[in-house]
């Protein structure tokens, strides 16, 4: 049923509020497993490329194509039905996870888990998009992508609460499956407090007639816009790094320093990553808001500047001497890995036709998960297992991660080119909305 009445600041806000923690969820259920890998690995006897390619390729080819299909329903059908049903079916492979035996068995769990997270974040963008004007619509996209550190930070408290000190006392199984009961909660909740926005009331009125294209030319007029493109490949290859690095990051500290007590480090880890990319989050989705009102540019400058402060803050990370070090400069790379997320997903949202907003995130997010979290853990898996042949554990990591951190390079030019490419599409976005609103209302 679609709310015919324009929402108040109070119900937009707990909507808000909802589909973070929803998102929150979607990440909880994807850092878990880097956060036990070293004993997902022991226990089922996996080699690193296996838990890369489990981490990566597993999840991301079935999340990201999935997606697209998902997103053209939630562009002519009820979201909140998508969207509950999708996080229903993602917890309850999370808790299947929790009984797999070998790497065929997790691998096809995490599969399942990939399925139903691609109806998360599509539908959630388009329903917040509905609900927030253009000129608030970083911001509030800001705080959804606050789902990612507070669903991180969140995965590892859990695991601190369900673990003992050594890790002999790890049970992983009990974490997933707690997990998963949990969301499948959390799916009733969303089912039956959350209401059908207006389809582009921010932009239409009370109007949402308005025709939905053919999927072909959905993709084609996305595919047409030089900022959608570049801003897709800037986030994309800035993930390959950040998915990497919290693939690994946990196996990495635990190599470095074996007699660092684990749960301590996971309460830490936890603490970081929730104030840290949630602090860089916020704080990059105000400024591009409020420096974009000035100049557009800024949308692409912003990630430009804060991926070019990552790149030699992430390397030196690696070839930290001790665990304390390593978490200083990790503190300092999610704040600026965090300031990217707000303008990217707005860009996403404000130059995709009104139409067209669902398939925009799941294009958005095929090309970033398809390169970041498919490639990105999978690939530096393999480069670890290939440097392990010629040094030891943790050389190996630091070689690869450091070869890995590269690709920075390529995403701090793709936002350049969106900084140069977003004045005139941004112009040509709003004069096809207004078309669009003239169409839906006639």
Request: proline share 4%.
């Amino acid at each position: 049923m679609t709310d015919n009445i324009q929402p108040n600041k109070g119900y937009r806000n707990f909507v808000l509020i909802l589909l973070t923690i929803v998102y929150g969820f979607n990440f909880i259920d994807r850092q878990i497993v880097g956060i036990l890998a070293p004993f997902i690995q022991a226990d089922l006897n996996l080699t690193n490329t296996e838990l890369g390619l489990l981490i990566g390729l597993a999840f991301a080819v079935f999340y990201t194509t999935v997606a697209i299909p998902i997103a053209w329903l939630a562009d002519r059908y009820n979201r909140v039905n998508i969207l509950s049903i999708a996080l229903a079916t993602w917890s309850g492979f999370t808790a299947l996870t929790g009984l797999a035996n070998n790497f065929i068995q997790i691998g096809l769990a995490r599969m399942g888990v990939g399925i139903g997270e691609a109806g998360g974040s599509p539908p959630s963008h388009s329903i917040i998009s509905d609900m927030y004007a253009k000129e608030e619509r970083a911001s509030a996209l800001g705080v959804y992508s606050m789902g990612i550190p507070l669903g991180i930070m969140a995965a590892y408290f859990v695991t601190a609460s369900l673990i003992g000190a050594s890790g002999e006392d790890v049970n992983w199984r009990q974490i997933f499956i707690f997990l998963g009961v949990t969301g499948i909660l959390l799916a009733v909740v969303v089912k039956f407090t959350i209401r059908e926005p207006i389809r582009g009331a921010m932009e239409f009125g009370e109007s949402e007639d308005i025709n939905k294209p053919p999927f072909l030319e959905s993709l084609k007029t996305l595919l047409q816009i030089p900022a959608w493109w570049a801003m897709c490949l800037g986030i994309a290859f800035g993930s390959f790094v950040s998915y990497s690095k919290s693939a690994f990051h946990t196996k990495f500290l635990v190599t470095l320093d074996p007699s660092f007590d684990f749960k301590t480090l996971v309460i830490i880890l936890g603490i970081i990553n929730g104030i840290t990319y949630a602090g860089g989050a916020f704080f990059g989705a105000r400024l591009a808001d409020r420096w974009g009102k000035r100049d557009i540019r800024a949308y692409g400058w912003l990630p430009a500047i804060s991926i070019a402060l990552c790149l030699p803050i992430g390397i030196a990370g690696w070839w930290a001497p001790s665990v304390e070090i390593n978490l200083i400069f990790t503190s300092l790379f999610l704040i600026f890995m965090g300031i990217y997320l707000g303008p990217c997903f707005a860009i996403a949202q404000t130059l995709a036709p009104i139409h067209m907003r669902a398939m925009s995130t799941a294009l958005f997010f095929f090309i970033l998960n398809m390169i970041g979290l498919g490639l990105g853990p999978s690939i530096s898996g393999w480069l670890i297992d290939f440097f392990k042949s010629d040094y030891e554990d943790i050389n190996s990591m630091r070689y690869a991660m450091t070869a890995i951190s590269c690709v920075f390079i390529p995403s701090i030019i793709s936002f350049l080119i969106v900084a140069r490419k977003l004045p005139r599409d941004w112009e040509i976005a709003e004069k096809n909305n207004v078309k669009l609103a003239k169409m839906g209302s006639s």
